[in-house]
């Protein structure tokens, strides 16, 4: 399904959910922002697994709820840094704004793991993505993308273009 703002894709599997976020990973750049909502479990760090693939970022991409945030450095020959943050542990917006987060990854690709702890202090336009546990295979996503501003619809159009929505 694809409206002006939004597509939705089903992943099967957990590598299909990290496929989905090298595909996306080809279109980022700079200061880019992407917000991942969805409860535990439901494969955000996955995809952020992807994200750090696709990015050709070194070493592992794991969740870094313990430290808020972790920038992973481009590998020799790549261009982007990614920086990961994860706000679970945060329980207010002055919290999420003291950080500074769209500052200090200017230079890269900004992931938020649970932006709704504080997204009145996150970028207005962002990609917001959206993860749903699915009953059937135990490891299916349904993973909504949704362009909240112009600068990302070329995204949305990419993956449609792909033939993405509801499969991968």
Request: zero cysteines; glycine letters at 8%; proline letters at 5%.
């Amino acid at each position: 399904m694809t409206t002006a703002n939004r597509i939705v894709i089903t992943t099967p599997t957990a590598a299909r959910t990290r496929a989905l976020g090298r595909r996306i990973a080809r279109h980022l750049r700079a200061s880019d922002v992407l917000l991942l909502q969805g409860p535990l479990g439901a494969g955000k760090t996955t995809f952020a697994q992807g994200i750090g693939a696709g990015l050709h970022v070194e070493g592992p991409v794991r969740s870094p709820t313990f430290v808020l945030m972790t920038r992973h450095v481009p590998a020799e020959g790549a261009k982007l840094p990614l920086y990961h943050a994860d706000l679970y542990r945060l329980d207010d917006v002055l919290q999420v704004e003291d950080l500074a987060l769209d500052e200090q990854a200017r230079d890269g690709v900004l992931l938020v793991e649970w932006p709704e702890r504080g997204v009145e202090a996150l970028p207005g336009s962002h990609l917001l993505v959206v993860f749903e546990a699915v009953a059937e295979p135990v490891d299916a996503r349904r993973i909504t993308v949704v362009a909240v501003g112009d600068r990302y619809r070329h995204i949305l159009d990419a993956l449609q273009a792909a033939g993405l929505a509801d499969r991968v």
